[in-house]
């Protein structure tokens, strides 16, 4: 099996013994692994931009559980692979869990070459092909995300960050190799496909609707009452 060195692994289960095990097995071939007890404390390391090449979260945790936690740490680091394990494995789980994003499923008791295989092949399959590819997004980034979705330009961005326009520039950048597309609409639909971003709803159009109707209501009473 080729080995990919110094990859860095996250690996969250509540059962301390078992991470302890994986985590003996996976530094065996050369991976930097850190495991978490509580997916809360795995979020909190995520938001501090610790690097993170490929998360490992059981699905059955109390406090979040496994898919709760996907959905979360993409919004932080949309790239991040992430390889769901549970001892519950059934095929609507997996649909859910493919359908939240994770790259592959994986049944417990965990067999050791079958388990490698799947990380390395991951692993692999996930390269970074940009310095900022995966990496999480920055508080500057995701407000300056939301106001692009919201069709504001850098001219308008600038203005409320109080920032210069090419800082601006910079961020949307940076937000476009995150997020891996080339080009504004692509960068939208990414955004809303990955849970970033919501579409403004359209108030003015839906109290253009309420107004009207109101206007033809009047009408047929006025029509009734002549």
């Keep these: 099996m080729a080995n990919i060195a110094k990859k860095h692994i996250f690996f969250i289960d509540d059962e301390r013994k078992l991470c302890e095990v994986v985590c003996e097995t996976l530094e065996e071939y050369d991976f930097e692994v850190e495991y978490f007890t509580h997916a809360a404390a795995c979020l909190d390391k995520l938001r501090s931009q610790e690097a993170c090449d490929l998360l490992i979260t059981d699905l059955k945790m109390p406090e979040m559980d496994g898919i709760q936690l996907l ?4 919004r932080i680091s949309p790239w991040m692979p992430v390889l769901i394990i ?6 609507p789980t997996a649909v859910v869990a493919m359908k939240a994003g994770a790259v592959d499923f994986i049944e417990k008791p965990l067999d050791r070459e079958s388990f490698l295989h799947k990380v390395n092949s991951i692993l692999q399959q996930s390269p970074s092909i940009h310095k900022y590819t995966g990496k999480p997004l920055t508080d500057a980034e995701k407000r300056v995300l939301r106001m692009v979705v919201e069709g504001k330009s850098n001219k308008e961005i600038a203005f409320l960050i ?3 326009i090419r800082t601006v520039e910079v961020h949307r950048a940076r937000l476009m190799h995150k997020l891996n597309v080339d080009n504004l609409i692509d960068l939208v639909k990414r955004a809303v496909e990955m849970g970033l971003v919501e579409l403004p709803k359209k108030q003015n159009n839906n109290e253009a609707d309420e107004k009207e109707a109101d206007e033809n209501e009047a009408d047929e009473e006025t029509n009734e009452m002549q």
């Design 71 to 74: 959905t979360e740490a993409r």
């Design 86 to 91: 549970t001892g519950y494995g059934d095929i």
């Design 162 to 164: 109080h920032r210069s």
